[in-house]
């Protein structure tokens, strides 16, 4: 069964051809050419890495169609039953009718579901190009079938082997004869016709059951064993009887001298003419394992925003003076990513998202300095000034593009290199088709419904089987588990079931729960979808407090997130000790302290709590504010290296009694100043850590207000997703590049009048007339308003063939309406290199 012409491009496509309305496209070209636009636009919007860039005509079109990596990359994007199918047809003869690829699907026996998801699968092939021919003569495109097809070298997904012509090719006519001859075949006058009568009885199923019912017993175990594949097997220079018994009747053909193969139509026969084990026209069903009511999902996953909101936060708050240093090769190092992951309280690879999520909404970034260092952008501050559900909104819809995967973090590249958290390498182009994926089998389940997580991976691995076998499959399964982890703690999900935030994030139909039926409706841009889902959001979120609740034993609790200002003076003088419902703070020395260096003074901070307490300031709370304000820069640092300076000498000797001080270097200069060998910011240090609370001060003796500006970045973009194959083209682009092929495949395809003297084109050649010829004949064409074929070439050196109707000739330029343009030109008449007259039917 030759395969040669399968998929043939219209290699003439420059010459008219004379089919008749009714008449079966010979070519994938000229199928294209006689479906309609729609069909186009569908094939484009299927395979858009055909429009890259637009082309020229249909011809080149279905070249490109044509190509090894365009075809692997349609194949990739099949489901597993449309998959099948393309299987099925490259074991198939070719053309196939319908009902033969019905048979090799369902077998002998019908089987409805495959009846019913036949049609479907046969329109999809049809429309991306890989299958075309009508029902009678389905093809296979050459590339495809050359993939799919069973060869030793690439076996067949279905386990079938080669057909007999295939597997005896290289056969004598001899062995051949001998062959038939023990099968109880009459003989034959040459090898085709033997072939052909073997083929036959295979394909017999009462002849071959009549000779399978003459095979011993161990050889039908033998046929066993290969029926389903690998077909192939191995054999002794002097097989087994059974084995010998198969050979000798062709239903073990050599491939070499060890090794033997069970011919397609043999195999086909035990299967009972399947040509998959276990057809899957039916995708499996996405069961939720368990379900709760709508709006404790939406409750749950709000709760976990809020979390999300507060941690991302916190992060970024605590690099507000700069972060950890990067590493040489890029990311965050093992020993800064365990701190950080300390300091949320998290484990390691959740707090990697958390980096990777600030990160690819642009708060995070590498400042850029010699001793480069990651700290917070200036977009962090915007963000920061955002209502709470906005703020979600734009994390939620970074995560949903991003490509950056955190799960890979720890991991090796292919180089053996670990990778590191907002390192290099941790692109997945899959990711973002994965996510919205596995959202959107989520969002198919009734609202309030859990996902069972066995079988959602069981469906992506039907709707993408090629992706999800080879060294894809666990990274697939992988990126879709982590989605689901990761959409729980960002409170896209709520107990593992969609929330409808989301639903409005991912353009989602929104469930009952949405009372609002201004969002119903699920196309628009994702800026409005991600305002759909703030809006839905900002009534499940905590309401922000201004108050918090002072208490005798030194700590407040805020019962709710604080407001902005409130919020950023507290995280001064306090720090917090635990977090939950309510968050606790606790007030200390160093806090109170931390708040003086900022530039309050004591009844700045009594003042502040009375105004933000609804309880009065306890006195203990008050007398450690008076406390440490009475000693806060008694004690003067200053540079000298760094020198110590106090009214009170008495102090300074204290000081320098205490064994502490050693390392500090110091020695009495004056009765009221010391001076010391550390600098400046370690003896600040050094005399906190041993209960004193000095002061910096400035050149001129002015106390420094160490206030807590942010340190940020300069400006920096969020990192732009790496894309998995070019962008899916919009309506616009579509119309347009089907408008350019259609006129671009009439300009090649109208039938010309040849001058009798010149010589027949070849495709693609441009015609050539001499000046002369070209201006009389587009003058006579601007007279009768008729259209004309030319051979143009631009400034750049690019030729092309344009059909354009003639309006007016003058000044060395033909001005007309250029069909293969769809619009009115002016082209040099020294530009055109031949110009010929369409045929009588073309004008």
């Not at 038939?180 to 052909?196: C, E, F, N, Y």
């Not at 491939?255 to 193969?261: A, C, G, L, N, Q």
């Not at 910096?696 to 160490?706: M, N």
């Amino acid at each position: 069964m030759g395969i040669g012409g399968i998929g043939e491009l219209d290699r003439e496509a420059h010459v008219p051809k004379e089919t008749g309305a009714g008449a079966a496209p010979r070519t994938l070209a000229e199928a294209l050419r006689a479906g309609g636009d729609e069909g186009l636009a569908a094939l484009l919007r299927a395979r858009p890495d055909l429009l890259s860039p637009v082309p020229n005509d249909l011809t080149q079109l279905a070249t490109r169609a044509g190509t090894r990596g365009s075809v692997v990359r349609a194949l990739e994007r099949l489901d597993r039953f449309a998959l099948q199918t393309a299987e099925a047809l490259a074991v198939a003869p070719d053309p196939a009718p319908y009902s033969v690829l019905l048979g090799l699907l369902a077998g002998d026996g019908a089987d409805p579901e495959i009846e019913a998801a036949l049609p479907r699968a046969v329109g999809v092939l049809r429309e991306q190009a890989l299958v075309w021919g009508d029902d009678e003569r389905l093809r296979l495109v050459r590339t495809a079938r050359e993939l799919l097809a069973p060869s030793a070298q690439h076996p067949s997904p279905t386990g079938l082997g080669p057909s007999v012509a295939e597997a005896t090719a290289g056969m004598s006519p001899g062995r051949l004869q001998e062959i038939i001859a023990a099968a109880g075949l009459p003989a034959t006058h040459d090898p085709v016709s033997a072939v052909a009568a073997l083929t036959e009885l295979f394909t017999d199923r009462t002849r071959m059951a009549a000779l399978l019912d003459t095979a011993p017993t161990e050889a039908l175990a033998v046929l066993d064993r290969l029926v389903w594949g690998p077909p192939y097997g191995e054999v002794t220079a002097d097989p087994a009887p059974p084995v010998r018994w198969l050979r000798d009747r062709g239903l073990l053909l050599p491939v070499s001298t060890r090794t033997v193969v069970l011919p397609r139509e043999a195999a086909l026969h035990l299967r009972g003419g399947r040509a998959h084990r276990v057809p899957e026209p039916v995708p499996p069903e996405v069961t939720a394992a368990r379900t709760y009511r709508p709006q404790v999902v939406d409750n749950a996953a709000a709760g976990q925003a809020h979390t999300a909101l507060a941690t991302v936060e916190e992060l970024l708050k605590s690099w507000d003076q700069g972060g950890p240093q990067v590493l040489r090769a890029g990311g965050l190092s093992v020993r800064d990513l365990k701190r950080t992951a300390a300091a949320l309280d998290v484990p390691e690879p959740t707090a990697a998202f958390w980096l990777e999520l600030a990160h690819g909404a642009g708060l995070l970034a590498s400042d850029g300095e010699a001793d480069e260092r990651y700290a917070p952008t200036p977009a962090y501050d915007d963000w920061l000034d955002l209502p709470p559900a906005e703020r979600w909104a734009a994390l939620a819809a970074a995560w949903l593009a991003a490509t950056r995967t955190a799960g890979v973090v720890g991991g090796q590249d292919a180089k053996g290199r670990t990778l590191s958290a907002l390192g290099p390498g941790l692109d997945r182009a899959q990711a973002p088709e994965v996510r919205r994926r596995v959202l959107a089998l989520q969002a198919a389940l009734p609202p309030g419904a859990a996902a069972d997580r066995e079988a959602l991976l069981a469906r992506l691995r039907w709707d993408r089987p090629l992706r999800s076998g080879g060294p894809l499959a666990d990274l697939r399964e992988q990126l879709a588990v982590w989605t689901l982890d990761e959409a729980e703690l960002l409170g896209v999900t709520g107990r593992g079931a969609l929330a409808t935030p989301a639903r409005a994030l991912l353009n989602l139909p929104l469930a009952e729960a949405a009372s609002d039926d201004a969002f119903h409706g699920h196309d628009c841009e994702p800026s409005v979808a991600a305002s759909r889902a703030a809006t839905l959001l900002a009534p499940l979120l905590p309401e922000a407090v201004d108050h918090v609740l002072l208490q005798a034993d030194l700590t407040a609790v805020a019962p709710g997130p604080l407001r902005r200002p409130l919020a950023d003076v507290l995280a001064v003088l306090a720090d917090v000790e635990s977090k939950g419902g309510a968050t606790v703070y606790r007030f200390t020395p160093g806090s109170v302290r931390r708040a003086l260096d900022a530039g309050r003074t004591a009844s700045d901070l009594k003042d502040f709590l009375t105004a933000h307490s609804r309880t009065p300031v306890p006195q203990p709370l008050a007398y450690l504010i008076d406390d440490v304000a009475r000693r806060h820069g008694h004690l003067r640092v200053g540079a000298a290296s760094a020198y110590v300076r106090c009214d009170d000498d008495a102090v300074l000797g204290e000081i320098l009694a205490d064994r502490r001080a050693a390392a500090l270097g110091l020695r009495r200069l004056a009765p009221t100043v010391l001076a010391a060998q550390a600098d400046p910011a370690s003896l600040l240090e050094g005399l906190r850590a041993m209960g004193y609370a000095p002061a910096a001060e400035s050149a001129e003796g002015d106390v420094l207000v160490t206030r807590a500006d942010a340190y940020r970045t300069p400006p920096r973009t969020a990192p732009a997703p790496v894309p998995d194959g070019p962008p899916a083209p919009d309506a616009t682009l579509l119309k347009a590049a089907v408008r350019a092929i259609r006129a671009g495949d009439h300009a090649a395809t109208a039938a010309r009048r040849e001058p009798s003297t010149a010589a027949p084109l070849a495709p693609g050649e441009l015609p050539r007339t001499s000046p002369a010829e070209t201006l009389a004949t587009v003058q006579a064409a601007a007279l009768t308003g008729s259209a004309v074929w030319i051979g143009y070439v631009n400034a750049e050196g690019a030729a092309s063939q344009r059909v354009i109707a003639p309006v007016r000739v003058e000044g060395g330029f033909v001005t007309g309406y250029d069909h293969t343009a769809d619009e009115v030109r002016t082209y040099p008449l020294h530009r055109i290199t031949g110009v010929a007259e369409l045929a009588e039917d073309e004008t």
